[in-house]
Every structure is written in structure tokens, then in C-alpha cells.
């Protein structure tokens, strides 16, 4: 069964640091690791669209954030582990959401990494609370 599941998350007051970890498990219908694919985050504030965070490739050369996380976010990946990891700083009271790890299928383009119609494979979320 394929799996990926988010931890890290909670109350931070604005200005600290929070690290999220997604750790994948299972295998596809083709037998390949979710590792294999590009992977991202994203998140969601109450009433709001899931938006997209960043994104790494499959090899952790590329990666891509959005303009409101550049400078203060950083995404990584661990093959051997099964893991991504996002890294938060500085952070603020907008960035209070639910934040989802995906991993692309092996339709998945790099050039859509910014698309959650892109990523087959969903975590379940974890709440990310930023106090002003």
C-alpha cells in the first residue's frame, strides 16, 4: 500500500523555525518507490484552495518554490530514507495552513510542478499554526 505521511507539525510563534517530514512507504501499481517521482508540498488555509509550496525533482537537483516561501523555505529530499523534508523559516501568520506532502505518478511532468492536478499520491495533511 502506498503511503505518505506528514509530520512536524504545530504551533510556532512568528519568526521561528518549523521542520516538516514526509516519509514515503509502498510501492506503485509499477513497482516503483514514490521516491522515484518529483515530490512537493503544499497547503491549505481554512476557506482557502490547496496552493502550492515547493517542489524537488526526483534526483533533488531542481527544486521550485513559490514566491511567498522563496528565501524563507527550503525543500530536500533523502532517497535512503524515503523522505522530504521542508524546512520553514522565518515564518508567518500566513502561513498558517494544513500542509500536504504529494509525489508525482510516472505521469507526472517536472514542468507541472506547480499543478496539484500533477501529483497522484497524497499524504493526509498536518496543521501548521503560526501565532503573531
Known amino acids: 500500500q502506498v503511503q505518505l505521511i506528514e509530520s512536524g507539525g504545530g504551533l510556532v510563534q512568528a519568526g521561528k523555525s518549523m521542520r516538516l517530514s514526509c516519509t514515503a512507504s509502498?510501492?506503485?501499481?509499477?513497482?516503483?518507490?514514490?521516491?522515484?517521482?518529483?515530490m512537493g508540498w503544499f497547503r491549505q488555509a481554512t476557506g482557502k484552495e490547496r496552493e502550492f509550496v515547493a517542489a524537488i525533482n526526483w534526483s533533488g537537483i531542481w527544486t521550485y518554490y513559490t514566491d511567498s516561501v522563496k528565501d524563507r523555505f527550503s525543500i530536500s529530499r533523502e532517497h535512503a530514507e524515503n523522505t522530504m523534508d521542508l524546512q520553514m523559516n522565518s515564518l508567518k501568520p500566513e502561513d498558517t495552513a494544513v500542509y500536504f506532502c504529494a509525489a508525482m505518478g510516472s505521469a507526472g511532468k517536472w514542468s507541472d510542478h506547480d499543478d496539484k492536478g500533477s501529483y497522484k499520491y497524497w499524504g493526509q495533511g498536518t496543521q501548521v499554526t503560526v501565532s503573531s
Open positions: 509502498g510501492r506503485t501499481p509499477d513497482q516503483r518507490a514514490l521516491t522515484d517521482y518529483s
